[in-house]
């Protein structure tokens, strides 16, 4: 009898199914956040805001972005087994201008374990959540690269990328004038 880490189903079946569905889920993501920005169009202009400008400039221009995360696990797999945990981020990369003010909305969807946003510097955030709660934070991302946010309870898995691109076209040409 063969052991795997999907209980006597066959890797290859399981792995397809699961890739169906987590494309479906990244799929589904980005067509609500298009629909989103295409329905809500304030919630991606550019608004005065003279508190997040480091210059102190009272004309500063600064980006909102809303993000939301969410916890999931790959049901059926046999952790003990696989030797590592089945959790991760739904979605895992999020991008953003420098300058942007992010926040972020984080849902931790298990029944059963804490799950944390964690990001080391510059941002130094930690947020640990409860099993079915959430929190709302806000941050400026104020420098440019690719940072990378974690579960602290749950690596090497439960990863993502947050990816700072250089300031906005448009906020560059704003301020500019």
Not at 82 to 111: C, E, Q, R, W
Request: aromatic share 10%; glycine share 6%.
């Amino acid at each position: 009898m063969q052991n795997n880490i999907w209980h006597g189903k066959t890797l290859t079946g399981k792995m397809k199914t699961a890739t169906i569905v987590l494309l479906f889920l990244i799929s589904v993501s980005t067509m609500i956040s298009v629909v989103h920005a295409q329905s809500n169009p304030s919630s991606m202009q550019s608004q005065k805001v003279s508190s997040s400008d480091p210059s102190g400039s009272s004309n500063a221009l600064v980006n909102k972005k809303s993000f939301y995360l969410f916890t999931d696990e790959i049901e059926g797999i046999n952790e003990t087994k696989l030797g590592i945990p089945a959790d991760y981020y739904i979605p895992s990369i999020f991008v953003a201008n420098k300058g942007d003010s992010i926040t972020m909305h984080f849902y931790n969807l298990d029944a059963d374990d804490r799950h944390t946003f964690t990001i080391g510097e510059p941002y130094n955030i930690n947020e640990d959540l409860a099993p079915m709660h959430n929190a709302t934070f806000t941050f400026k991302a104020g420098n440019e690269g690719v940072y990378r946010f974690y579960c602290t309870y749950h690596q090497p898995t439960m990863t993502g990328q947050l990816i700072v691109l250089p300031p906005s076209t448009e906020l560059t040409a704003a301020t500019d004038k």
